[in-house]
């Protein structure tokens, strides 16, 4: 562990933590809440690991401000969350939900009091039910209904935010959600999911339109899920396995915002199942971004006989059977600022769900803590080689519902006692925590403060 690593980043960098609405909030059925494709899919039989829902999951929602404080107690300087759609517009269109709007209103009042910058997602996949049985994001009407809920939350909290972003990990959405049917609202059609793909990146591109043209006064983005892509071996087939799977995860998604068009090779790949796509569209989801947020959980290695097995990679897997990598980190920052003219990058979620031994009171997650640590020194390396690094978050603030896993796999430097909902910040939390207060005092020492 390199105790010098702070030293690595400039006075103005982000430091923060990262939740997602569906994840932390509970009150599901509260306070003129709508139904999300969450609510309905937790029901489905064996759509959960342990068949979980979030009902309750950290009861954030009752707990606001105790939350707030903890944050703030660790010293960072930004939080990133989302707001629940069904909670502020609960069909998805028409009647906005007072009550909703106030929760988010404290919520983004009660962090700048408390000295931490809001960056807010507008869709972390929890889609109102309502639209869900009239289509949802496979139906063109669904990208207007986003349009309309992201200008009311500009309206309503815009002028308070550090960073807006409209969509969280569309590939997932897609490719999760309605090819492999593993997340809601669990369909399996590749053709639904590449048209789904295609509306989230149209929304987005029409929704940062709108926003711009009312005046919107926060940096406006989008967070992708993004791995470092590697063959297997160095054979011809496995090369060209692990570039069309750059070209699904990655390019599928930049390409069009950073270029105006879809990959050529994966267009053609996909024959029939390509998405339709209308008349100005991809002029329209080719908007200028002013940061674009980045998840890094690991490396994907494909071969050509989808034979690769990360258990017999020889690295260290977390409790996803997700393999280490920070490397790959460094390696896709280098990869996307050669590909594209990069604005500001965050890294908008990087952490691990390990299983956390706890004894009386404490939480000894030292892997958790080797893996932010060296996570955070491949930022660093990135940086030092010319990457826009903007800031860095940790996913998760706390232990959370890990969506079809359920509650059994904890990705936080907090840990969450379901039965209590206490929380104990872990040895990772502690040491982000002094790492943090490291970083401010060398550059308040620079200014002489
Ligand atoms: O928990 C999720 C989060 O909601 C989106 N990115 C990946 C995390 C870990 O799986």
Known sequence: MNHDLHRRFPADFTWGVATSAFQIEGAAFEDGKGESIWDRFCRQPGAIADASNGDIACDHYHRLGSDLDLIAGLGVGAYRFSVSWPRVQPLGRGAWNEAGLAFYDRLVDGLLARGLKPHLTLNHWDLPQALQDTGGWATRETVNRFVDYARGV????????????????????????????????????????????????????????????????APLGIVLNLAHMMPATDTAADIQASHMADLGGRCWYTDPMFKGHYPEEALAALGADAPQVQPGDMADIAQPLDFLGINYYTRVVSSADASFDVKKSGLPLTDMDWEIYPRGLTELLLTMHRDVSLPPVYITENGGA?????????????????????HIAAVADARDQGVPMAGYMVWSLMDNFEWSSGY????????????????????????????LQRWREQHAQKVGV
């Not at 390990?354 to 060296?374: E, I, M, N, S």
């Not at 929380?423 to 790492?435: E, H, N």
């Open 154 to 217: 500009q309206r309503r909290l815009g002028d308070r935010l550090a960073t807006l972003t409209t969509h969280n990990e569309p590939w997932v959405i897609a490719v999760l959600g309605h090819e492999q049917g593993v997340f809601a609202p669990g369909l399996k059609s590749r053709r639904t999911a590449t048209q789904v793909a295609h509306h989230l990146l149209l929304s987005h591109g029409l929704a940062l339109q709108a926003l711009r043209a009312e005046g919107a006064a």
């Open 408 to 435: 059994a796999k904890r990705f936080g430097i907090v840990h969450v006692d379901y039965a209590t909902q206490q929380r104990t910040l872990k040895d990772s939390a502690l040491w982000y925590r002094g790492f």
């Open 354 to 374: 390990f299983k956390d031994p706890a004894t009386d009171g404490q939480v000894h997650d030292a892997d958790r803590t080797a893996y932010l640590h060296d």
